[in-house]
């Protein structure tokens, strides 16, 4: 029944895992960013709600104008000022609030596309991870294609 992995765990995958207990609303499905899993503390999704997210993502990513970035020195500078503000048009991945344990804010720019992302859960492991700022470097149309295969291959039948 596991779909297994679509893209690339040194960038982005989604690997989606085998129904939960024989759920028809709840999966197991693994995100990797850059090497490393965002959902290390839970990877049980609540189907129509992962669904929902991922779609309106794919939405939100292809009428994705230029947002300008560039007075920020760095990218925890960046980071820090998103979550200050609650940057709607730049969060992503924010799939599922019981899985993700890393909040995703995705940068396009006319020189670069990239995600930055922190852990947020103290439950994650290493702890040393816990609130240090990552950045992904990935191309907006490769995301796009992450999502959408993802999107196609899980199941839609919840009922």
Request: glycine share 6%; aromatic share 12%.
């Amino acid at each position: 029944m596991t779909m297994g992995l679509i893209g690339e765990r040194t960038k982005l995958a989604v690997d989606i895992g085998d129904p939960w207990e024989g759920s028809k609303q709840n999966q197991h499905i693994k995100v990797w960013l850059g090497g490393k899993d965002i959902t290390s503390v839970d990877d049980v999704v609540y189907l129509p709600t992962f669904y929902n997210k991922l779609k309106n993502d794919i939405e939100k990513l292809k009428s994705y104008a230029y947002v300008s970035t560039g007075d920020a020195p760095s990218d925890e500078a960046l980071f820090a000022r998103f979550e200050a503000t609650d940057a709607a048009q730049h969060r992503i991945l924010s799939l599922d609030m019981t899985t993700m344990s890393a909040r995703c804010y995705y940068v396009y720019s006319p020189d670069s596309s990239y995600i930055l992302f922190s852990y947020w859960d103290e439950r994650h492991e290493p702890q040393s991870e816990v609130g240090k700022i990552f950045r992904v470097d990935i191309g907006r149309e490769e995301l796009i294609d992450v999502l959408q295969e993802s999107l196609q291959n899980i199941s839609t039948t919840w009922y």
